[in-house]
């Protein structure tokens, strides 16, 4: 019998038109869509992103929406994938294909890597869809250049000491989730003296997408902070 | 009367299928396509990706293609991009759209911003398209994360020593054109005595795509390698 075929499919930072041709044929094709949910009456973001695509199949196709909620206690979160990865085994055992989506790129920060690493355990087999990425998304949509001829690029999930150590070694730095540190960045971000500018973005390329010069201040948790360094130490 | 839009598009790595949607639905509306090449016979890659998109249009389009050849010399670099971005003007000035298209996303190594400057300079409007990234479409061939949890990711666009210095603070490094330079990164990279994994991709998402362990040796221009640190200092 057929084995089915696990894609981790990114669906880009919140516009649908981000979507790659790739992943809008595999979204058309597949028998089951899997889409985590981080709280249990929450609807799902990249759900709601692919949804357009969803609503053009002529075929039934099944939803998993598994719970990762956002906690930090290691072994219960290893509870949650393997029970995520339990029903997608069953339904790729069973013959269908599975498309597991995830916001951005399913590379960079994602549950999706989690998963795929039990599924591949499981010996089947696993194709990754590459999505826009935020910090390109919050580039594009800031109008600006996120590295230029030599210049070092430098992603940090969080804001802590490994950020304030790394500073002065890289050109242009993409901060996410920055809304809830923004003070801490502020303090790291001035410590250096170099000529610099800083922009932030919130719900890049979703209707309320917000572009400013600054620091992100407010708690929307989709927000990046892009600072660049105009001469190199 | 209607002023021109110019157009950063990213075509993605390599696969007509890595489009975006906004990419694909640009490319068929505009009455122009930009697409530098890098010497006078050489038939331009980016053009080659979107050729099938293109090849759907009823519309008649144009073809720029300027000439942004690939040496040192800033002065005559500013000569060819001041000579691309009149040429564009022109159109823009005409009415008529522009669609500049470029290898991967234009806000990561890519000479659309130095055009796009020029432009900005004469107050037309510009709107950029993200792409998908070389090294989020290398980590997808290779089957592998680029970073989860606190790690930090940074892309380095040269080996040198700048390279060197940073290298210590963080987890996953992504350099690009590598094959150039295997010798010396794989001298750096070893000087760090961390647990490591090493792949390199060759022409991404393309026919002839190659993905394996170890540093890129053989001189072909579009080579990737992630390195990975397992364990953070």
């Known amino acids: 019998m057929k084995k089915g075929k696990l894609f981790g499919v990114g669906v880009g930072p919140g516009d649908t038109d981000l979507l790659t041709i790739k992943a809008t044929k595999i979204l058309k094709n597949v028998e089951v869509i899997c889409s985590p949910r981080s709280a249990k009456l929450k609807p799902s973001l990249a759900l709601s992103i692919v949804q357009p695509i969803l609503d053009e199949r002529n075929e039934k ?4 929406d598994p719970l990762f909620p956002m906690i930090e206690d290691k072994s219960a979160l290893n509870s949650y994938w393997d029970l995520a990865a339990e029903i997608i085994n069953t339904n790729l055992s069973d013959g269908k294909d599975v498309a597991f989506i995830t916001l951005g790129d399913p590379t960079i920060y994602s549950t999706f890597s989690y998963v795929a690493k039990r599924i591949a355990e499981s010996g089947y087999e696993i ?3 590459p999505g826009i990425t935020s910090f390109t998304g919050c580039a594009a949509a800031a ?3 996120l590295a230029e001829k030599d210049e070092i690029v430098v992603i940090v999930p969080k804001v802590d000491d490994r950020l304030k150590r790394i500073m002065e070694y890289g050109d242009t730095f993409v901060i996410m989730k920055t809304s809830r540190h923004s003070e801490i960045l ?3 971000v001035n410590q250096d003296n170099r000529d610099k500018s800083i922009i932030s973005v919130q719900n890049c390329s979703m209707q309320d997408e917000n572009v400013f010069e600054g620091f992100s201040k407010d708690k929307k948790y ?3 902070t ?3 360094f105009r001469d190199k130490k």
Chains 1, 2 share one sequence.
């Open 127 to 129: 194709e990754i869809i």
């Open 61 to 64: 196709y099944d939803i998993l």
């Open 222 to 224: 989709l927000s990046t």
């Open 186 to 188: 502020e303090e790291i």
């Open 143 to 145: 109008g600006i250049s």
């Open 226 to 228: 892009i600072v660049k």
